[in-house]
Every structure is written in structure tokens, then in C-alpha cells.
């Protein structure tokens, strides 16, 4: 039986780059007294620092289990979606959702045995470009235009509660249909993609353009489509190939001067 706390294990709360450490210990309380432990930091200026623990107010389990990463893609490791709270529009092509949508997006994906991240950036640039295109979604908390900024720790209020009230609610959102095999997580797809860029570089195929914009395109091309660990198998033989066969034709050109 799926209950409130089976899914809340799979949720975690990832904060990026975050200058004050007393922002780490109010986001802890706050997804503590939703039901929520997880917390995943990523760069944090100053952490482990008294001042996280003075603004936990007992969230110490929190604090104490919290993982620390150099890079967001090690924060990501396992879970197959990650969605992004941002303030403001960016220039990244991604879905934007509310946080009623977000959170019925990951208990639905939570419910099929998936691990899910909410991604939330520094306190005063939010998150990068470079960081939302490693999410499947973009997360919009509906404030006024003319100030729009939450505190960090008010942003994971929110979310938290609205995943919350979601658990608490008579009907788990219905899963979608599931994957022959589950998708392929955040460390594999960041891999896939490695090896795509090299491999385009590898046959010339941006002949001087800049890559950043395609690269963009073809990670949310991927995310749609969430491959597998199997389909990922078969795409990077593919890729493989065509390095090899670059390198054939590059050898015989090289031969032919």
C-alpha cells in the first residue's frame, strides 16, 4: 500500500549554491514539518554553520543527513525528474507549471517507484540556464509581478505544503502509464549527453556555430522522451558508431594529402 511517508522518500529537496546558511536551516524546517526529509546542497557557501542549526529549530536530522555536492548532477543521482522552482522566466525552452502541477507530477511519478528532485537556486540569481536545462520542468510560484521574489525558504514552504496537501488528499494522482523499464537517471542521462556533444563535435556537425543553443534543444528533446537504460544502451552504440566512422573518414583524408 503507497502511503503518505513511502512517497515522501522519494522526494527530495535539492537547494543550488546557497549564500546563507540560515536559509539552509529554514528550508530544513520547513520541509521537516511537512512530512519531508531529504535535503540535497549543492556548493553551499557556508554549511555545516550555528546559524543552520539555530533556524532549523529541531530539524537536526535534516541538517545532519543532508548530502553536500560539488555539481548539480551529483545532487540529481537516481532520481528520474527533476523540476526547477524559478522566479522568473528564463531563457530556457522548458514546460512552466504551477506548484499544484508540479506536485501532482512528482507523487505520480513518486507512485510509480521514481525518485524526484525539486530544484530550487541561489538566493539572489536563482537558478542558471545551464542548471534549469538539467530539469524536465520549470516551476512558477504565481506572486505579483512587481515583486516577485520569495525568500528561499519560503519557496520550499511552498512547495513542500502544496506535495503535502496533495499526499493528504482522498486520491493519489493516477500514475501515467509506465515504462517497460524505468527511465534512466539524472548521472546516466548527464552521461548520454556528454556523449552526444562529443560526438557531434566528433563529425563536424556544428561546422563553427555554436553548440550551446542545439545541445539545449536535443536535452529537452531527450527529457520528453525519458529514455530507458536500455534505449540509452542502443543510443550511445549508435553515437559510438559514428565517432568511429568520423575517425575512419578523417584518417582516409588525412591519408589522401
Same mark, same amino acid.
Given at each position: ?33 511537512? %512530512? ?21 529549530? %529541531? ?65 539572489? +540569481? ?64 548527464? @552521461? ?5 556533444? @562529443? ?12 553548440? +550551446? ?45
Amino acid at each position: 500500500m503507497t502511503t503518505a511517508a513511502n512517497l515522501a522518500s522519494q522526494l527530495r529537496f535539492v537547494l543550488v549554491r546557497t549564500s546563507h546558511p540560515g536559509n539552509i536551516g529554514s528550508a530544513a524546517r520547513a520541509i521537516r514539518t511537512m %512530512g519531508f526529509e531529504r535535503m540535497e546542497l549543492v556548493a553551499p557557501h557556508r554549511f555545516p554553520d550555528p546559524e543552520a542549526s539555530a533556524l532549523a529549530a %529541531g530539524a537536526d536530522e535534516v541538517l545532519a543527513r543532508a548530502g553536500i555536492h560539488a555539481e548539480l548532477v551529483h545532487s540529481l543521482a537516481g532520481s528520474s525528474l527533476a523540476l526547477g522552482l524559478s522566479a522568473r522566466r528564463r531563457g530556457v525552452n522548458l514546460p512552466e507549471i504551477s506548484p499544484h502541477e508540479a506536485a501532482q507530477q512528482a507523487l505520480a511519478a513518486a507512485v510509480r517507484g521514481e525518485q524526484v528532485a525539486l530544484v530550487f537556486g541561489n538566493e539572489r +540569481t536563482g537558478l542558471e540556464n545551464d542548471e534549469l536545462a538539467r530539469c524536465h520542468a520549470m516551476v512558477r510560484i504565481p506572486s505579483v509581478e512587481d515583486f516577485s521574489s520569495l525568500n528561499l525558504a519560503q519557496a520550499v514552504q511552498v512547495m513542500a505544503y502544496e506535495l503535502r496537501v496533495a499526499m493528504l488528499g482522498d486520491d493519489l494522482p493516477a500514475a501515467p502509464p509506465a515504462h517497460d523499464e524505468p527511465p534512466a537517471d539524472a548521472a546516466q542521462m548527464e @552521461q548520454f549527453y556528454r556523449h552526444l556533444a @562529443q560526438t557531434l563535435d566528433d563529425i563536424e556537425f556544428h561546422k563553427g556555430r555554436e553548440p +550551446t543553443t542545439i545541445m539545449l534543444r536535443l536535452r529537452k528533446l531527450f527529457q520528453r522522451a525519458q529514455p530507458d537504460e536500455r534505449e540509452l544502451r542502443v543510443l550511445h552504440g549508435i553515437l559510438a558508431d559514428a565517432q568511429r566512422m568520423a575517425g575512419i573518414a578523417n584518417g582516409r583524408i588525412a591519408g589522401g594529402k
